[in-house]
Protein backbone atom coordinates (compact mmCIF):
# COMPACT_ATOMS: atom_id res chain seq x y z
CA UNK A 1 0.00 0.00 0.00
CA UNK A 2 3.04 2.49 0.04
CA UNK A 3 5.45 2.68 -2.69
CA UNK A 4 9.01 2.76 -2.16
CA UNK A 5 10.08 6.03 -4.25
CA UNK A 6 12.28 8.81 -2.73
CA UNK A 7 9.66 11.11 -1.33
CA UNK A 8 10.61 15.54 -0.12
CA UNK A 9 11.25 14.41 3.52
CA UNK A 10 10.64 18.05 3.93
CA UNK A 11 7.14 17.52 3.84
CA UNK A 12 7.50 16.02 7.41
CA UNK A 13 8.23 19.04 8.52
CA UNK A 14 5.25 20.79 7.64
CA UNK A 15 3.27 19.06 10.28
CA UNK A 16 2.21 21.32 12.98
CA UNK A 17 2.59 18.61 15.68
CA UNK A 18 2.05 21.28 17.92
CA UNK A 19 -1.22 21.95 17.73
CA UNK A 20 -2.56 18.08 17.29
CA UNK A 21 -6.46 19.02 18.20
CA UNK A 22 -6.34 15.93 20.45
CA UNK A 23 -4.29 14.45 23.64
CA UNK A 24 -4.06 10.81 25.34
CA UNK A 25 -6.62 9.33 27.02
CA UNK A 26 -5.19 9.18 30.32
CA UNK A 27 -5.72 12.46 31.14
CA UNK A 28 -8.05 15.22 30.49
CA UNK A 29 -7.45 18.81 29.57
CA UNK A 30 -8.94 21.82 29.81
CA UNK A 31 -7.59 25.53 28.15
CA UNK A 32 -8.35 28.82 30.05
CA UNK A 33 -7.85 32.65 28.57
CA UNK A 34 -4.85 33.80 30.47
CA UNK A 35 -6.63 36.53 32.09
CA UNK A 36 -9.91 35.65 32.91
CA UNK A 37 -9.46 32.00 33.63
CA UNK A 38 -13.06 31.18 31.27
CA UNK A 39 -12.69 27.69 29.79
CA UNK A 40 -12.23 28.05 26.20
CA UNK A 41 -11.72 24.52 25.24
CA UNK A 42 -11.41 20.82 26.82
CA UNK A 43 -11.09 17.47 26.06
CA UNK A 44 -13.92 15.60 24.81
CA UNK A 45 -13.93 13.31 28.55
CA UNK A 46 -13.94 16.06 30.77
CA UNK A 47 -17.65 14.54 32.04
CA UNK A 48 -15.09 12.06 33.87
CA UNK A 49 -13.81 14.83 35.92
CA UNK A 50 -17.04 16.67 36.90
CA UNK A 51 -19.40 16.40 39.89
CA UNK A 52 -22.09 17.28 37.70
CA UNK A 53 -21.82 15.29 34.36
CA UNK A 54 -24.79 16.91 32.64
CA UNK A 55 -22.82 20.54 33.21
CA UNK A 56 -21.31 22.03 30.30
CA UNK A 57 -17.83 23.66 31.19
CA UNK A 58 -17.46 25.54 28.18
CA UNK A 59 -17.46 29.75 28.87
CA UNK A 60 -17.10 28.64 33.10
CA UNK A 61 -14.18 29.65 34.86
CA UNK A 62 -11.11 27.48 36.21
CA UNK A 63 -12.61 28.22 39.56
CA UNK A 64 -15.99 26.09 39.13
CA UNK A 65 -14.23 22.95 38.25
CA UNK A 66 -11.07 22.97 40.30
CA UNK A 67 -9.96 23.53 44.06
CA UNK A 68 -9.84 27.13 45.20
CA UNK A 69 -6.05 26.78 46.34
CA UNK A 70 -4.98 25.42 42.97
CA UNK A 71 -6.75 28.25 41.27
CA UNK A 72 -5.42 30.57 43.42
CA UNK A 73 -1.97 29.04 43.09
CA UNK A 74 -2.15 29.40 39.44
CA UNK A 75 -3.69 33.09 39.77
CA UNK A 76 -0.39 34.07 41.49
CA UNK A 77 1.87 32.25 39.35
CA UNK A 78 0.59 33.88 36.48
CA UNK A 79 0.60 37.33 38.20
CA UNK A 80 4.52 36.89 38.79
CA UNK A 81 5.27 35.53 35.46
CA UNK A 82 6.24 32.11 36.27
CA UNK A 83 4.13 29.86 35.00
CA UNK A 84 4.90 29.65 30.94
CA UNK A 85 7.81 28.60 28.88
CA UNK A 86 8.00 25.25 30.40
CA UNK A 87 6.90 26.00 33.80
CA UNK A 88 4.59 24.73 35.66
CA UNK A 89 2.96 23.80 38.77
CA UNK A 90 1.91 20.25 40.29
CA UNK A 91 -0.20 18.92 42.59
CA UNK A 92 -2.33 15.99 43.92
CA UNK A 93 -5.71 16.75 43.92
CA UNK A 94 -9.00 15.73 44.57
CA UNK A 95 -11.54 17.50 43.33
CA UNK A 96 -14.39 19.02 44.53
CA UNK A 97 -17.50 16.10 44.95
CA UNK A 98 -15.25 13.60 43.81
CA UNK A 99 -13.18 10.97 45.15
CA UNK A 100 -10.56 10.02 42.64
CA UNK A 101 -7.20 11.86 42.86
CA UNK A 102 -5.92 13.31 39.92
CA UNK A 103 -1.90 14.12 39.36
CA UNK A 104 -2.64 17.96 38.02
CA UNK A 105 -0.12 20.09 36.33
CA UNK A 106 -1.15 23.33 34.81
CA UNK A 107 0.82 25.88 32.59
CA UNK A 108 0.41 28.92 30.88
CA UNK A 109 1.40 29.16 26.92
CA UNK A 110 0.01 30.95 23.93
CA UNK A 111 -2.21 32.92 26.12
CA UNK A 112 -3.93 30.22 27.23
CA UNK A 113 -3.63 28.31 30.89
CA UNK A 114 -3.68 24.59 30.01
CA UNK A 115 -4.29 22.14 32.99
CA UNK A 116 -3.54 18.80 32.34
CA UNK A 117 -5.28 16.16 34.96
CA UNK A 118 -3.86 12.47 34.98
CA UNK A 119 -5.07 9.71 35.94
CA UNK A 120 -2.35 6.39 36.30
CA UNK A 121 -3.89 3.47 33.89
CA UNK A 122 -5.97 1.15 35.73
CA UNK A 123 -4.01 -1.70 34.01
CA UNK A 124 -0.86 -3.31 36.24
CA UNK A 125 0.75 -4.62 33.08
CA UNK A 126 1.47 -1.30 32.02
CA UNK A 127 3.66 -0.56 34.98
CA UNK A 128 6.48 -2.63 34.11
CA UNK A 129 9.33 -2.74 36.61
CA UNK A 130 9.80 1.37 37.22
CA UNK A 131 11.69 1.32 40.73
CA UNK A 132 13.11 3.35 42.93
CA UNK A 133 16.54 4.48 42.42
CA UNK A 134 19.33 6.22 44.64
CA UNK A 135 19.11 9.21 42.32
CA UNK A 136 22.27 10.58 44.31
CA UNK A 137 24.55 7.46 43.99
CA UNK A 138 23.58 7.73 40.16
CA UNK A 139 24.36 11.42 39.76
CA UNK A 140 27.60 10.39 41.44
CA UNK A 141 28.75 7.86 38.69
CA UNK A 142 28.11 10.06 36.05
CA UNK A 143 30.04 12.14 37.31
CA UNK A 144 32.90 9.97 38.19
CA UNK A 145 32.45 8.59 34.29
CA UNK A 146 35.41 10.01 32.15
CA UNK A 147 34.66 9.51 28.36
CA UNK A 148 31.41 10.72 27.08
CA UNK A 149 31.06 6.31 25.75
CA UNK A 150 31.36 5.91 29.72
CA UNK A 151 28.68 8.69 30.52
CA UNK A 152 26.19 7.41 28.19
CA UNK A 153 26.29 3.89 28.95
CA UNK A 154 25.84 4.90 32.83
CA UNK A 155 23.03 7.48 31.73
CA UNK A 156 20.73 4.62 29.54
CA UNK A 157 21.34 2.02 32.54
CA UNK A 158 20.24 4.17 35.48
CA UNK A 159 17.50 5.66 33.66
CA UNK A 160 15.96 2.03 32.74
CA UNK A 161 16.67 1.00 35.80
CA UNK A 162 14.41 4.31 36.88
CA UNK A 163 11.59 4.16 34.91
CA UNK A 164 11.24 0.52 33.52
CA UNK A 165 11.66 0.41 29.66
CA UNK A 166 12.64 -2.61 28.26
CA UNK A 167 15.29 -0.33 26.30
CA UNK A 168 16.94 3.02 26.92
CA UNK A 169 19.01 5.26 24.22
CA UNK A 170 21.62 7.46 23.99
CA UNK A 171 20.80 9.17 20.96
CA UNK A 172 23.11 11.80 19.43
CA UNK A 173 22.62 14.39 16.53
CA UNK A 174 25.49 15.13 14.25
CA UNK A 175 25.98 18.77 12.94
CA UNK A 176 23.58 17.89 9.85
CA UNK A 177 21.00 16.42 12.70
CA UNK A 178 21.65 13.15 11.59
CA UNK A 179 21.74 10.90 14.45
CA UNK A 180 23.34 7.85 15.89
CA UNK A 181 22.63 5.94 19.44
CA UNK A 182 25.82 5.89 21.20
CA UNK A 183 24.86 4.12 24.10
CA UNK A 184 21.86 1.16 24.53
CA UNK A 185 20.68 -1.00 27.66
CA UNK A 186 18.42 -3.34 27.26
CA UNK A 187 16.56 -6.66 28.73
CA UNK A 188 18.62 -9.71 27.56
CA UNK A 189 15.26 -10.99 25.09
CA UNK A 190 15.00 -8.11 22.88
CA UNK A 191 17.21 -9.02 19.54
CA UNK A 192 16.97 -5.75 18.15
CA UNK A 193 20.08 -3.65 18.13
CA UNK A 194 20.26 0.10 17.72
CA UNK A 195 24.01 0.47 18.85
CA UNK A 196 26.19 2.56 16.81
CA UNK A 197 23.45 2.52 14.53
CA UNK A 198 22.92 6.41 12.12
CA UNK A 199 19.58 7.62 11.59
CA UNK A 200 18.80 10.38 9.48
CA UNK A 201 17.67 13.62 10.28
CA UNK A 202 14.39 13.49 8.86
CA UNK A 203 13.21 10.54 11.33
CA UNK A 204 13.18 13.57 13.68
CA UNK A 205 11.85 16.55 11.36
CA UNK A 206 13.17 20.28 12.28
CA UNK A 207 10.15 21.52 13.80
CA UNK A 208 10.03 18.13 16.74
CA UNK A 209 13.71 19.67 17.34
CA UNK A 210 12.38 22.99 17.80
CA UNK A 211 9.87 21.85 19.94
CA UNK A 212 12.06 19.38 21.69
CA UNK A 213 14.22 22.08 22.45
CA UNK A 214 11.48 24.24 24.52
CA UNK A 215 9.81 20.77 25.69
CA UNK A 216 12.11 18.94 27.61
CA UNK A 217 9.92 15.14 27.57
CA UNK A 218 7.81 13.55 25.70
CA UNK A 219 5.92 9.72 27.30
CA UNK A 220 3.71 7.89 25.08
CA UNK A 221 1.61 5.06 27.62
CA UNK A 222 -0.02 3.47 24.76
CA UNK A 223 0.89 3.96 21.17
CA UNK A 224 -2.50 2.22 19.55
CA UNK A 225 -4.50 4.51 22.23
CA UNK A 226 -7.58 5.99 20.65
CA UNK A 227 -6.69 10.35 21.01
CA UNK A 228 -8.99 12.29 22.75
CA UNK A 229 -10.19 15.15 20.95
CA UNK A 230 -9.94 18.45 22.09
CA UNK A 231 -13.51 20.92 21.38
CA UNK A 232 -13.52 24.37 21.50
CA UNK A 233 -15.91 26.93 22.43
CA UNK A 234 -16.76 29.05 19.52
CA UNK A 235 -15.79 32.37 19.65
CA UNK A 236 -14.03 34.76 17.69
CA UNK A 237 -10.18 34.49 17.98
CA UNK A 238 -10.58 30.66 19.60
CA UNK A 239 -8.01 28.98 17.95
CA UNK A 240 -6.79 25.74 18.73
CA UNK A 241 -4.52 25.05 21.26
CA UNK A 242 -1.15 25.35 21.56
CA UNK A 243 0.27 22.05 23.55
CA UNK A 244 3.63 22.97 22.67
CA UNK A 245 4.70 22.45 26.58
CA UNK A 246 1.75 19.94 27.02
CA UNK A 247 2.33 16.34 28.50
CA UNK A 248 -0.50 14.42 27.52
CA UNK A 249 -0.23 15.93 23.50
CA UNK A 250 -0.61 13.23 21.32
CA UNK A 251 2.67 12.48 19.32
CA UNK A 252 2.53 12.71 15.58
CA UNK A 253 0.33 9.70 13.76
CA UNK A 254 3.79 8.93 11.38
CA UNK A 255 5.79 8.69 13.83
CA UNK A 256 3.75 6.39 15.58
CA UNK A 257 3.83 4.73 12.51
CA UNK A 258 7.68 4.86 12.88
CA UNK A 259 7.09 3.29 16.50
CA UNK A 260 5.46 0.35 14.81
CA UNK A 261 7.92 -0.51 12.13
CA UNK A 262 10.63 -0.17 15.00
CA UNK A 263 8.65 -2.63 17.35
CA UNK A 264 8.00 0.05 20.13
CA UNK A 265 4.41 0.42 21.92
CA UNK A 266 5.19 2.66 24.91
CA UNK A 267 7.72 5.56 25.09
CA UNK A 268 9.69 8.53 26.24
CA UNK A 269 12.25 10.97 24.69
CA UNK A 270 13.86 13.25 26.74
CA UNK A 271 15.41 16.40 25.57
CA UNK A 272 19.54 16.07 26.30
CA UNK A 273 20.56 20.23 26.26
CA UNK A 274 24.51 21.03 26.04
CA UNK A 275 25.59 24.73 25.73
CA UNK A 276 21.36 25.75 24.98
CA UNK A 277 21.47 23.36 22.38
CA UNK A 278 19.50 19.90 21.31
CA UNK A 279 22.92 17.55 22.03
CA UNK A 280 20.43 14.55 21.88
CA UNK A 281 17.81 12.45 23.05
CA UNK A 282 17.40 9.95 26.01
CA UNK A 283 14.99 7.51 24.35
CA UNK A 284 13.01 4.88 25.97
CA UNK A 285 10.87 2.07 23.90
CA UNK A 286 9.00 -0.73 25.72
CA UNK A 287 7.12 -3.69 23.60
CA UNK A 288 4.09 -3.50 25.09
CA UNK A 289 2.66 0.01 26.77
CA UNK A 290 4.18 1.65 29.87
CA UNK A 291 3.31 4.06 32.15
CA UNK A 292 5.74 5.84 33.92
CA UNK A 293 4.06 7.79 36.93
CA UNK A 294 4.94 12.23 37.15
CA UNK A 295 7.55 11.64 39.84
CA UNK A 296 9.17 9.16 38.31
CA UNK A 297 9.17 10.98 35.03
CA UNK A 298 10.32 14.19 36.66
CA UNK A 299 13.31 12.06 38.40
CA UNK A 300 14.59 10.68 34.60
CA UNK A 301 14.42 14.60 33.24
CA UNK A 302 16.73 15.51 36.36
CA UNK A 303 18.95 12.82 35.86
CA UNK A 304 19.34 13.27 32.10
CA UNK A 305 20.16 17.08 32.93
CA UNK A 306 22.82 15.54 35.27
CA UNK A 307 24.09 13.55 31.76
CA UNK A 308 23.92 16.65 30.08
CA UNK A 309 26.14 19.34 32.06
CA UNK A 310 28.44 15.59 32.43
CA UNK A 311 28.70 15.77 28.49
CA UNK A 312 29.29 19.16 29.15
CA UNK A 313 32.70 19.39 31.13
CA UNK A 314 33.69 16.40 29.42
CA UNK A 315 33.35 17.92 25.65
CA UNK A 316 35.11 21.48 27.14
CA UNK A 317 37.61 19.69 29.04
CA UNK A 318 38.55 18.22 25.85
CA UNK A 319 38.50 21.17 23.90
CA UNK A 320 40.55 22.97 26.13
CA UNK A 321 43.28 20.86 26.61
CA UNK A 322 43.98 20.04 22.88
CA UNK A 323 43.36 24.18 22.36
CA UNK A 324 46.13 24.60 24.88
CA UNK A 325 48.54 22.35 23.06
CA UNK A 326 47.66 23.87 19.89
CA UNK A 327 48.36 27.98 21.09
CA UNK A 328 51.68 26.28 22.72
CA UNK A 329 52.32 25.52 19.48
CA UNK A 330 51.63 28.42 17.71
CA UNK A 331 53.69 29.96 20.03
CA UNK A 332 56.55 28.27 19.14
CA UNK A 333 56.11 28.42 16.18
CA UNK A 334 55.57 32.14 16.05
CA UNK A 335 59.19 32.03 18.08
CA UNK A 336 61.02 29.95 14.85
CA UNK A 337 59.50 32.92 13.21
CA UNK A 338 61.20 35.94 14.60
CA UNK A 339 64.67 34.23 14.43
CA UNK A 340 64.36 33.34 11.20
CA UNK A 341 65.07 35.28 7.63
CA UNK A 342 62.97 32.77 5.76
CA UNK A 343 59.36 31.67 7.09
CA UNK A 344 58.77 29.50 4.95
CA UNK A 345 61.92 27.61 6.13
CA UNK A 346 60.68 28.75 9.90
CA UNK A 347 57.57 26.67 9.77
CA UNK A 348 58.60 23.66 7.30
CA UNK A 349 61.93 22.43 8.22
CA UNK A 350 62.66 23.30 12.08
CA UNK A 351 61.89 20.89 14.83
CA UNK A 352 58.06 22.31 15.11
CA UNK A 353 56.18 22.65 12.03
CA UNK A 354 52.95 23.37 10.54
CA UNK A 355 52.23 19.57 10.92
CA UNK A 356 52.42 20.00 13.94
CA UNK A 357 48.96 22.01 14.49
CA UNK A 358 45.39 20.34 13.79
CA UNK A 359 45.97 16.67 13.16
CA UNK A 360 47.06 17.58 9.38
CA UNK A 361 49.07 14.84 8.01
CA UNK A 362 49.92 16.94 4.77
CA UNK A 363 51.06 20.73 4.81
CA UNK A 364 52.59 23.35 2.58
CA UNK A 365 53.32 26.82 1.89
CA UNK A 366 52.95 28.53 -1.67
CA UNK A 367 54.81 31.62 -1.97
CA UNK A 368 54.99 32.89 -5.42
CA UNK A 369 56.38 30.36 -7.53
CA UNK A 370 58.43 28.52 -4.96
CA UNK A 371 55.69 25.72 -3.44
CA UNK A 372 57.17 23.82 -0.02
CA UNK A 373 55.77 20.47 0.94
CA UNK A 374 55.91 18.70 3.84
CA UNK A 375 53.97 15.40 5.21
CA UNK A 376 51.41 13.63 2.26
CA UNK A 377 49.93 15.83 0.34
CA UNK A 378 48.87 16.47 -3.46
CA UNK A 379 51.96 17.22 -6.08
CA UNK A 380 53.44 20.61 -6.60
CA UNK A 381 51.80 21.12 -9.57
CA UNK A 382 48.06 20.23 -7.91
CA UNK A 383 48.72 22.29 -5.19
CA UNK A 384 49.49 25.42 -7.12
CA UNK A 385 46.39 24.52 -9.23
CA UNK A 386 44.66 24.84 -5.76
CA UNK A 387 46.25 28.17 -4.70
CA UNK A 388 45.10 29.39 -8.10
CA UNK A 389 41.67 28.83 -7.45
CA UNK A 390 41.43 29.85 -4.09
CA UNK A 391 42.10 33.42 -5.05
CA UNK A 392 39.30 33.67 -6.75
CA UNK A 393 37.17 31.68 -4.03
CA UNK A 394 38.01 33.48 -1.37
CA UNK A 395 37.09 37.12 -1.32
CA UNK A 396 39.25 39.78 -0.39
CA UNK A 397 39.43 40.03 3.64
CA UNK A 398 37.93 36.63 3.69
CA UNK A 399 40.00 35.38 6.01
CA UNK A 400 40.39 31.48 5.41
CA UNK A 401 38.90 28.32 3.71
CA UNK A 402 38.15 25.18 5.25
CA UNK A 403 36.58 22.07 3.65
CA UNK A 404 36.14 18.16 4.79
CA UNK A 405 35.28 16.96 0.93
CA UNK A 406 37.37 19.45 -0.93
CA UNK A 407 37.67 17.17 -3.82
CA UNK A 408 34.11 17.86 -4.83
CA UNK A 409 34.48 21.67 -4.51
CA UNK A 410 37.45 21.51 -6.23
CA UNK A 411 37.36 18.42 -8.67
CA UNK A 412 40.73 19.03 -10.10
CA UNK A 413 42.10 17.40 -7.21
CA UNK A 414 40.14 14.65 -6.98
CA UNK A 415 42.70 12.11 -7.96
CA UNK A 416 44.71 13.34 -4.98
CA UNK A 417 41.59 12.23 -2.67
CA UNK A 418 43.51 10.05 -0.43
CA UNK A 419 45.65 12.86 1.00
CA UNK A 420 43.44 16.41 0.20
CA UNK A 421 39.82 15.53 0.84
CA UNK A 422 40.65 18.23 3.60
CA UNK A 423 42.07 21.73 3.09
CA UNK A 424 42.74 23.88 5.05
CA UNK A 425 44.05 27.20 4.04
CA UNK A 426 44.62 30.97 4.79
CA UNK A 427 46.44 33.56 2.97
CA UNK A 428 49.28 35.81 4.87
CA UNK A 429 49.11 39.10 3.16
CA UNK A 430 46.65 41.12 1.08
CA UNK A 431 48.47 40.39 -2.12
CA UNK A 432 47.41 36.83 -1.69
CA UNK A 433 50.89 36.10 -2.97
CA UNK A 434 51.21 33.29 0.15
CA UNK A 435 49.37 30.30 1.23
CA UNK A 436 49.46 28.66 4.24
CA UNK A 437 47.70 25.15 3.43
CA UNK A 438 46.58 22.00 5.83
CA UNK A 439 45.90 18.40 4.46
CA UNK A 440 43.95 16.26 6.02
CA UNK A 441 43.27 12.28 4.63
CA UNK A 442 40.21 10.53 3.37
CA UNK A 443 38.78 9.24 6.33
CA UNK A 444 37.34 5.88 3.93
CA UNK A 445 34.13 5.54 6.66
CA UNK A 446 31.49 3.07 6.03
CA UNK A 447 28.75 4.53 8.07
CA UNK A 448 26.07 1.76 9.49
CA UNK A 449 22.78 3.37 8.85
CA UNK A 450 19.50 2.11 10.21
CA UNK A 451 17.78 1.74 6.68
CA UNK A 452 18.53 3.15 3.40
CA UNK A 453 18.67 7.50 4.26
CA UNK A 454 18.52 8.06 1.01
CA UNK A 455 14.97 6.45 1.47
CA UNK A 456 13.35 7.91 4.39
CA UNK A 457 10.15 8.15 3.42
CA UNK A 458 7.47 6.08 1.66
CA UNK A 459 4.21 7.66 -0.35
CA UNK A 460 1.46 6.86 1.79
CA UNK A 461 -1.96 6.07 0.10
CA UNK A 462 -4.47 6.46 3.49
CA UNK A 463 -4.94 9.97 4.48
CA UNK A 464 -1.11 10.81 5.06
CA UNK A 465 0.92 11.55 2.06
CA UNK A 466 3.90 10.10 3.59
CA UNK A 467 4.82 7.18 5.59
CA UNK A 468 8.10 6.38 7.24
CA UNK A 469 10.42 3.80 6.54
CA UNK A 470 9.27 0.06 6.99
CA UNK A 471 13.45 -1.35 7.27
CA UNK A 472 15.49 -0.43 9.80
CA UNK A 473 18.21 -3.05 8.40
CA UNK A 474 21.83 -2.40 8.66
CA UNK A 475 22.79 -0.55 5.77
CA UNK A 476 26.22 0.37 4.80
CA UNK A 477 26.71 3.08 3.14
CA UNK A 478 30.29 3.83 1.94
CA UNK A 479 31.75 7.39 2.45
CA UNK A 480 34.15 8.66 -0.24
CA UNK A 481 36.27 12.13 0.11
CA UNK A 482 35.42 13.32 3.17
CA UNK A 483 37.60 13.92 5.87
CA UNK A 484 37.38 14.65 9.61
CA UNK A 485 36.02 18.36 9.94
CA UNK A 486 37.71 21.00 10.82
CA UNK A 487 36.41 23.01 14.18
CA UNK A 488 36.09 26.81 13.89
CA UNK A 489 39.02 27.54 16.47
CA UNK A 490 41.29 25.82 14.05
CA UNK A 491 40.33 28.14 11.37
CA UNK A 492 40.78 31.26 13.44
CA UNK A 493 44.12 29.91 14.65
CA UNK A 494 45.66 29.05 11.48
CA UNK A 495 44.13 32.57 10.52
CA UNK A 496 45.85 34.33 13.63
CA UNK A 497 49.30 32.28 12.33
CA UNK A 498 48.66 33.69 9.33
CA UNK A 499 49.09 37.35 10.56
CA UNK A 500 52.02 36.88 12.31
CA UNK A 501 53.94 35.41 9.39
CA UNK A 502 52.52 39.04 7.93
CA UNK A 503 54.33 40.53 10.26
CA UNK A 504 57.78 38.63 8.91
CA UNK A 505 56.98 38.53 5.60
CA UNK A 506 56.89 42.53 5.60
CA UNK A 507 59.95 42.67 7.84
CA UNK A 508 61.90 40.50 5.29
CA UNK A 509 60.73 42.35 2.92
CA UNK A 510 61.67 46.11 4.10
CA UNK A 511 65.06 44.52 4.67
CA UNK A 512 65.80 43.29 1.34
CA UNK A 513 64.32 46.95 0.24
CA UNK A 514 67.26 48.93 2.59
CA UNK A 515 70.03 46.27 0.96
CA UNK A 516 69.02 46.47 -2.29
CA UNK A 517 67.38 50.33 -1.87
C1 LIG B 1 9.67 12.24 16.34
N1 LIG B 1 11.37 10.49 15.81
C2 LIG B 1 10.68 11.29 16.67
C3 LIG B 1 11.17 11.06 18.00
C4 LIG B 1 12.13 10.09 17.90
C5 LIG B 1 12.24 9.72 16.54
C6 LIG B 1 12.93 9.56 19.08
C7 LIG B 1 10.73 11.77 19.27
C8 LIG B 1 9.36 11.35 19.69
C9 LIG B 1 9.32 10.32 20.78
O1 LIG B 1 9.40 10.69 21.96
O2 LIG B 1 9.18 9.13 20.48
C10 LIG B 1 13.10 8.79 15.92
N2 LIG B 1 13.41 6.95 17.52
C11 LIG B 1 13.83 7.76 16.54
C12 LIG B 1 15.16 7.38 16.19
C13 LIG B 1 15.52 6.36 17.00
C14 LIG B 1 14.40 6.09 17.84
C15 LIG B 1 16.00 7.98 15.13
O3 LIG B 1 14.36 5.21 18.70
C16 LIG B 1 16.80 5.67 17.00
C17 LIG B 1 17.32 5.07 18.06
N3 LIG B 1 9.76 10.35 11.08
C18 LIG B 1 10.17 9.66 9.96
C19 LIG B 1 9.59 10.28 8.84
C20 LIG B 1 8.82 11.33 9.29
C21 LIG B 1 8.96 11.36 10.72
C22 LIG B 1 9.81 9.84 7.43
O4 LIG B 1 10.90 8.69 9.94
C23 LIG B 1 7.98 12.29 8.55
C24 LIG B 1 7.45 12.03 7.35
C25 LIG B 1 8.32 12.31 11.53
N4 LIG B 1 9.29 11.94 13.85
C26 LIG B 1 8.46 12.52 12.94
C27 LIG B 1 7.68 13.52 13.60
C28 LIG B 1 8.05 13.50 14.95
C29 LIG B 1 9.06 12.50 15.09
C30 LIG B 1 6.66 14.40 12.94
C31 LIG B 1 7.49 14.35 16.07
C32 LIG B 1 6.59 13.58 16.95
C33 LIG B 1 5.91 14.46 17.95
O5 LIG B 1 6.57 14.93 18.91
O6 LIG B 1 4.71 14.70 17.77
Known amino acids: RARAEPVDPSLCEREPIHVPGSIQPNAVLLAADAGDLAILAHSTNVQDILADSTLSVAGLSLDAVLPA ?34 HTVAHAHAGRVIVELELAPDRPE ?60 KVADWSRALLGLRFPASDIPA ?27 PSAGNG ?37 RLWGLMIGHHRRPHYVPPETRAAATVLTEA ?20 LDTEARLVRELTRSDDFVAALTAGSVTLLDLFGATGAGIVSGDRITLIGRTPPASCVGEIAAWLKGRLAPGEPGYSSDAFTAAFPAAAPHRETASG ?55 ERR ?36 G
Open 69 to 102: AFVDLIRARLASGTLDDGRSVRRVLTLPGRTTTY
Open 126 to 185: DFGIASQIDSELAVGRLRAAGTLTGAARIAALEIRALTGFECVLVYRFDPDWNGEAIAED
Open 207 to 233: QARALYTRAKSRFVIDRDCVPVPLVAA
Open 240 to 276: PVDLTFAQNRTLSPIHLEYQRNLGVDGSMSISIMVEG
Open 307 to 326: FAMRVQEIESRRLWAERQAH
Open 423 to 477: LLATFVDLSRENLLLWFRPEVASTVTWSGDPRKPVLIGSGPVAVLPRRSFERWVE
Open 481 to 516: GHATPWAEWQVSLAVSLARAVEGVVLRQRRKIDELT
